[in-house]
């Protein structure tokens, strides 16, 4: 029951840190092109759509729970960032932070497919 509710709450804190006006995102380079902030994007979207996929599981159709995850956290990223440019004064829609958020998504997605797989090979 716990998990179940455990994404609404991670949501809440991630709208909360996306369209805080007093945080600034540190973006300088972690890899080539790639910034720290980018990372902070993914690591959290990748966070998100996990814990979705965990409270949402069926085991007879994890292809129709992807489909729905991967798009429901892509939306809700790209969202958050729009509302960052329509509600916040300091804050701006980033097309790299939102392609971030989507990567996120699937990569989250990926990892909870991986982990299940192994899981289930183990035992």
Same mark, same amino acid.
């Given at each position: 029951?716990?998990?179940?509710?455990?994404?609404?709450?991670?949501?809440?804190?991630?709208?909360?840190?996306?369209?805080?006006?007093?945080?600034?995102? /540190?973006?300088?380079?972690?890899?080539?092109?790639?910034?720290? /902030?980018?990372? @902070?994007?993914? =690591?959290?979207?990748?966070?998100?759509?996990?814990?979705?996929?965990?409270?949402?599981? +069926? +085991?007879?159709?994890?292809?129709?729970?992807a489909?729905?995850?991967?798009?429901?956290?892509?939306?809700?990223?790209?969202?958050?960032?729009?509302?960052?440019?329509?509600f916040?004064?300091?804050? +701006?829609?980033?097309?790299? @932070?939102?392609?971030?958020? !989507?990567?996120g =998504?699937?990569l989250? $997605?990926? $990892?909870?497919?991986? !982990? +299940?797989?192994?899981?289930?090979?183990?035992?």
């Amino acid at each position: 029951m716990f998990l179940k509710w455990l994404w609404l709450f991670f949501l809440i804190i991630l709208g909360f840190l996306s369209l805080n006006p007093w945080l600034r995102p /540190d973006s300088t380079q972690a890899v080539g092109f790639i910034t720290w /902030d980018l990372l @902070d994007h993914a =690591a959290a979207y990748s966070l998100l759509s996990i814990l979705m996929m965990v409270a949402f599981r +069926q +085991q007879n159709r994890p292809w129709m729970m992807a489909g729905i995850v991967i798009p429901v956290a892509s939306l809700i990223g790209v969202l958050f960032e729009y509302c960052q440019y329509w509600f916040t004064v300091n804050r +701006q829609f980033s097309f790299f @932070d939102a392609s971030a958020n !989507v990567c996120g =998504a699937v990569l989250g $997605v990926i $990892v909870f497919w991986g !982990v +299940q797989t192994y899981c289930k090979r183990t035992v």
